[in-house]
Structures are given as C-alpha cells and as structure tokens.
C-alpha cells in the first residue's frame, strides 16, 4: 500500500490559471494516475488519466483547459482560464494490484 | 450515455443489513472492472472494494474484509455491496465507479447510507 499527497487548498483568480501537486512516494514514482474533479454536492468525475512521462488522456468531454504533466514523483493538474464551476475539490487516484488509491484531495477556491 | 446509478441506501441501526446495487447503462458493462467507493460526510474519497470484469477476482481494504462483499451480474448489467454489521463510521455516500485500465473513469451519482440508533 503506498501513499498519494495533496496540498488541502489552492486558490486562484477567475481568469487565471493554477497548477495542483499530487506527489506519489518514493517507491512508486513512476505510476500513472487519474484525476478526478468533485464539485460541491456531486460525485466525482474523471478528467484525466496521466502518466509517468507527462503524456495525457482528457475523459470525453473535459476542455482542452485542463491539462496534465509530470515531473519525478510529481504529478500535476493545471486548469487554465478559470471558471466559477471549477471551484471543488480535486482528487488524484492511483492503482496497484489489488487495490485502488486515493490523495486526501485539493479544494480549490476560484476568487 | 454511459451511466451508473446507485441504490439502496437509506437509515439503518447499527449491527443490521444493507444491500447497496448499481445499475449501468450506455456502455460494454462485461469489460470493466467494478468498485465500491465511500465519502463520509466532510471527508475524502475511500476505496472499499473492487471487483474484475469477469468476477473472477475481488479486492478489500481490510477495514470491511468480513463484513462488505462485492458481486456483480454481468447479464443484468449490475453490481451489488451487501454490507453486514453495519457501524456508526459507516455512515458515508456509497458510489459505484468502473476501469478498463486503472483510473476509476465512469461514476455514479451515489447513495446515501446513514447508520444510527
């Protein structure tokens, strides 16, 4: 079993663009993983699967505005242009055989 | 379209029964891999358990290894949680999520589970 890590809060203007952080541990940072997007009262919804190289796949649907890159351990979320809706909470979720991996998420506030 | 849509939550004592199911629609149901996913209220995303496509394999946290049980019928496009012994903690929004190759990609909209006396 290992761990996700994510900062409990971001904040951005409206207009601009901010970048959240999931860190693998050090014994799995070159796993792949999904990033989910849960808006307040909703459930999640998947937005992105991203790999170890930094390479991407936007679920169907998901603007061209979110996208993804990586760096070591380090697994990023960048959304551009921001909207009102995309204040909620961001999840990064990982797998290994047998089980499946969650960060404790990002609650992003759009200013 | 595809779609999962939960069901079965409700109020229950602790120590009782409950039988959660998730109904797909919209895709190839046979080809994903199917699991369990909680949210206690306030709190974060919870893996509890998770099932291969063909139900030929199942997983568990260890935290409901004896009580929780996964199942699926691939003919009527459903999976199931039966939940034993219900406890305060479990009280959560249940969600039914699904993967072809890792990230869980396809969500329900959840059921509501409360557990009290």
């Known amino acids: 079993q290992f761990a996700l890590t994510q900062s409990p809060s971001a904040s951005a203007s409206l207009g601009a663009s901010v970048k959240l952080t999931c860190t693998l541990d050090?014994?799995?940072?070159?796993?792949?993983i999904g990033w989910l997007q849960q808006q307040p009262g909703r459930g999640p919804r998947y937005l992105m699967r991203?790999?170890?190289?930094?390479?991407?796949n936007r679920g169907d649907g998901i603007p061209v505005r979110f996208s993804g890159s990586s760096s070591g351990a380090e697994r990023y979320l960048t959304i551009s242009s921001l909207q009102s809706e995309d204040e909620a909470d961001y999840y990064c979720?990982?797998?290994?055989?047998?089980?499946?991996?969650f960060g404790g998420g990002t609650k992003l506030t759009v200013l | 379209q595809m779609q999962l849509v939960e069901s079965g939550g409700g109020v229950v004592q602790p120590g009782r029964s409950l039988r959660l199911s998730c109904a797909a629609s919209?895709?190839?149901?046979?080809?994903?891999?199917m699991h369990w996913v909680r949210q206690a209220p306030g709190k974060g995303l919870e893996w509890l358990t998770g099932i291969a496509h063909d139900g030929s394999n199942k997983y568990h946290v260890d935290s409901v290894k004896g009580r929780f049980a996964i199942s699926r019928d691939n003919s009527k496009k459903t999976l199931f949680l039966q939940m034993n012994n219900l406890r305060i903690e479990d009280t959560a929004v249940y969600y039914c999520?699904?993967?072809?190759?890792?990230?869980?990609?396809?969500w329900g909209q959840g059921t509501t589970v409360i557990v009290s006396s």
């Open positions: 919209g895709f190839i149901f046979r080809d994903y891999a």
């Open positions: 050090s014994g799995h940072s070159d796993f792949a």
């Open positions: 991203l790999n170890g190289d930094g390479s991407h």
């Open positions: 979720q990982t797998w290994d055989t047998g089980s499946v991996i």
């Open positions: 999520a699904g993967d072809t190759s890792g990230p869980l990609d396809i």
